[in-house]
């Protein structure tokens, strides 16, 4: 379901991700693979882009007077990374990102740290205003290596029902 490859021609298939809105279940729990090990690349290079000038999050020897005792990851590094790894499997299909609620940070994220996600339904439920397509609800969460969880958040979403996805009416 996650992954599909439809037949667009004599031997030639397209693959396509994601779900449509029948796809969803409450209570389903979706696990994301692969996956991702930041680096410091990875992490000094987020913060300086998005000018987050926190010493914490690019300066050693700052890290090291702290108690974390080391140069922390960049928080929003960490939400942009366990979003995008869900995309693949709960909105790639996705209209619209409708926006996320109830971010926690439960835990600190180091370079070094392999991080996982997974994401559970909590509600699903047809447009109002838009027949084809309907509102999905998910918790997702961010893990280390060792299964501590790092982050937590509601994401809601507009879903396009079967047949109505925007890579379900391309033609090349």
């Not at 979003?83 to 835990?107: E, F, P, Y």
Request: charged share 25%.
């Amino acid at each position: 379901m996650v992954a599909d490859a439809k037949k667009v021609g004599d031997q030639r298939y397209r693959e396509s991700y994601g779900r449509y809105l029948e796809d969803f279940k409450e209570g389903d729990v979706y696990e994301h693979r692969p996956g991702r090990t930041i680096t410091e690349t990875d992490n000094t290079w987020f913060t300086l882009l998005t000018m987050n000038q926190h010493p914490l999050h690019f300066d050693r020897e700052y890290g090291e007077k702290t108690e974390f005792g080391r140069v922390l990851v960049n928080s929003c590094l960490t939400i942009s990374l366990v979003t995008g790894m869900s995309v693949s499997d709960v909105s790639q299909k996705t209209i619209a990102n409708l926006g996320w609620d109830k971010v926690r940070l439960t835990g600190p994220v180091f370079v070094g740290d392999t991080i996982y996600a997974e994401s559970k339904v909590l509600s699903i439920r047809e447009s109002k205003s838009r027949p084809n397509q309907g509102i999905v609800t998910v918790e997702t969460r961010g893990l280390k290596q060792s299964g501590d969880q790092v982050i937590v958040f509601d994401r809601s979403m507009l879903i396009p029902k079967i047949g109505h996805a925007i890579d379900d009416q391309l033609d090349y």
